[in-house]
Structures are given as C-alpha cells and as structure tokens.
C-alpha cells in the first residue's frame, strides 16, 4: 500500500519559515518526482513546487519562486519542502505527491500518481 504522510505543518507568523516533510512508504521513491501542492479554501488546488526523481530538475510557481526551496533525501524516501518568508496568501493545505510520469509539466494537478492527505499551514499574526 503506497503512503505519502506530510508533516511539519502549523501556524506561523507572517516572514516566518516552516520546513514540510513528506514520507513515503510502498513504492520506490528513486522512480518517481515529488511534487509539492497547496489548496487555500475557496480556491482550486495549485502546484507549487516538483523535483525530478535524481534531484537534477526543480520547478516553482512564481508566487512562491525565491521564497521556497524543495529537496529530496531518497535514502530516507523523504521529500522537503522549506518555506521562507512565509505570507498569509500561503495559508493552506499542503499536499505531497509522487509523480511518476515525470515532466515540465509537473506542477498541474493532473501529473501526480499518488498523493497525501494534507498538512495545514496557517500563516497569521
């Protein structure tokens, strides 16, 4: 049974960092891109973040470009997702995702293969 299990979420001042982490376990991380995605209430899920499954690709959303960094560690099958200067407007839920079929076009919300269930980042003073 694959999982992803996102943590590192919470509340955190506006200018503020968090660091996501999301585990995976029933698959081989090492074939697949992870791929970081956020839902806000009210709005359609977006794309944030995805990582080519060596590391060698990286792509950003322009609202997060310069503020967010994404890694991976496969030895741990664990993917990051660090979060700098944190706003308000990222308030949401934040989701992790394997993507096997890997592409520039990692970012839609069509790419991923499996997903997480979610961890909320509230940022709020």
């Known amino acids: 049974q694959v999982q992803l299990v996102e943590s590192g979420g919470g509340l955190v001042q506006p200018g503020g960092s968090l660091r996501l982490s999301c585990a995976a376990s029933?698959?081989?991380?090492?074939?697949?891109?992870i791929g970081w995605f956020r839902q806000a209430p009210g709005k359609e899920r977006e794309g944030v973040s995805c990582?080519?499954?060596?590391?060698?690709?990286?792509y950003y959303s322009d609202s997060v470009k310069g503020r967010f960094t994404i890694s991976r560690d496969n030895a741990k099958r664990t993917g990051y997702l660090q979060m700098n200067s944190l706003k308000p407007e990222d308030t949401a839920v934040y989701y992790c995702?394997?993507?096997?079929?890997?592409?520039?076009?990692?970012?839609?919300?069509?790419?991923?293969?499996?997903w997480g269930q979610g961890t909320q980042v509230t940022v709020s003073s």
């Open positions: 990582i080519s499954s060596s590391s060698g690709s990286t």
């Open positions: 029933g698959l081989s991380l090492d074939y697949y891109g």
């Open positions: 995702a394997a993507v096997l079929k890997w592409s520039s076009a990692c970012l839609r919300t069509t790419s991923p293969t499996y």
